[in-house]
């Protein structure tokens, strides 16, 4: 499968109108939303699984919220025991959610920690592919990222049945040592969807905060 990627430097992203989505994980009866808000965020980049999707035809768009959890030159990360990856805490937002509501929710879910606030907007990586459902031609996963603060210690993990089957658990990682990790699994046959996005995200937080003075923003 080709994957492709381009920066785009100044774009900005409005979030305008409400959508109803299915749940990326198919769940019967979960929807979610784009929440209207009178901000913008930047487009960090525009990433292509595929390199034939019909663009011109249908789009199922799917809205998703991720938590950077900075401390130092650590992230809190969902671990993935069974692949070996590292992702950012957050999910697909519901139906009557905020975007801060959905990331206390996943971060709990994902990592059982408390969201203690939200420090400010990374910015969006927006993915597309091949639809999966047949009523559509192409599928938009556009994930929004945000610096966000939690707090000391992890409760009980709360994990659909897929997270448990990929061993997801929370660890603080070197923001380096996970972008390591993660392009080591590139070569793999099928390696996790969303990994390609997560290491641009990485890279994104390394150049931008880590290396210029190693501490959170």
Not at 53 to 60: A, L, W
Request: charged share 25%; proline share 4%; net charge negative.
């Amino acid at each position: 499968m080709a994957w492709r990627a381009r920066a785009l430097p100044g774009r900005r992203r409005d979030f305008i109108g409400i959508v109803s989505l299915r749940a990326e994980n198919n769940k019967v009866g979960r929807t979610y939303r784009v929440v209207p808000t009178d901000t913008t965020m930047n487009i960090l980049t525009e990433i292509y699984r595929s390199d034939d999707v019909n663009f011109n035809g249908k789009i199922d768009p799917r809205d998703a919220v991720r938590a950077v959890i900075l401390r130092g030159q650590n992230l809190l990360m969902v671990y993935s025991s069974k692949v070996g990856d590292y992702k950012f805490p957050g999910g697909g937002v519901n139906v009557g959610e905020t975007h801060e509501h959905a990331l206390a929710r996943e971060v709990l879910e994902e990592c059982g920690a408390t969201l203690l606030g939200v420090d400010g907007e990374m910015g969006v990586i927006i993915e597309y592919d091949h639809a999966k459902e047949s009523d559509f031609d192409v599928f938009k996963m556009t994930s929004s990222y945000y610096y966000c603060q939690v707090g000391d210690g992890f409760l009980s993990q709360t994990l659909d049945e897929y997270e448990h089957a990929l061993g997801f658990q929370p660890v603080w990682i070197n923001v380096r040592e996970a972008i390591e990790a993660n392009k080591s699994l590139l070569s793999l046959n099928k390696p996790p969807k969303w990994l390609r996005r997560e290491i641009f995200a990485l890279d994104y937080i390394k150049r931008t905060i880590i290396d210029v003075d190693g501490n959170t923003p």
